[in-house]
């Protein structure tokens, strides 16, 4: 009988990559104002790319792989700000990728008539 060997660790990947199977959501290419909550700390930031999926966003922050973070931006279609919370994916030089919990049903509705006219 073979022996059974398995890592106790979880793969991170490279700084800048992202497998594309792992990727469900399309990506957007659109830059907006966000407020960014990391560590209890507010910072103001600009998203590279969105989907319904997470963002990218535009900063010298560098928060490491797993810490949450809350982010706030505004979209036509809807009169308040999206609030949504994600996990840090990865980073590069350039800023870093948040995967969201999850939007609501009204938020996933503005960004869908948002992402219409992209």
Same mark, same amino acid.
Not at 9 to 30: E, F, K, M
Not at 61 to 69: C, D, K, M
Not at 72 to 96: H, L, N
């Given at each position: 009988m073979g022996s059974y060997q398995s890592e106790s660790h979880a793969r991170?990947?490279?700084?800048? /990559? $992202?497998?594309?199977?792992r990727r469900s959501d399309h990506r957007y290419d659109v830059h907006l104002d966000v407020d960014l909550t990391l560590e209890g700390q507010h910072?103001?930031?600009?998203?590279? /790319? $969105?989907?319904?999926?997470g963002a990218f966003i535009e900063s010298q922050l560098r928060p490491a792989f797993n810490t949450r973070v809350r982010l706030c931006f505004a979209v036509p279609y809807r009169s308040e700000p999206i609030d949504v919370t994600g996990t840090v994916?990865?980073?590069?030089?350039?800023?870093?990728?948040?995967?969201?919990d999850g939007l609501r049903a009204h938020a996933v509705w503005a960004?869908?008539?948002?992402?219409e006219q992209q």
């Amino acid at each position: 009988m073979g022996s059974y060997q398995s890592e106790s660790h979880a793969r991170i990947p490279a700084a800048g /990559t $992202l497998p594309p199977s792992r990727r469900s959501d399309h990506r957007y290419d659109v830059h907006l104002d966000v407020d960014l909550t990391l560590e209890g700390q507010h910072y103001s930031s600009t998203t590279r /790319t $969105l989907s319904l999926g997470g963002a990218f966003i535009e900063s010298q922050l560098r928060p490491a792989f797993n810490t949450r973070v809350r982010l706030c931006f505004a979209v036509p279609y809807r009169s308040e700000p999206i609030d949504v919370t994600g996990t840090v994916r990865w980073s590069d030089a350039c800023g870093f990728g948040v995967q969201f919990d999850g939007l609501r049903a009204h938020a996933v509705w503005a960004l869908g008539k948002f992402f219409e006219q992209q």
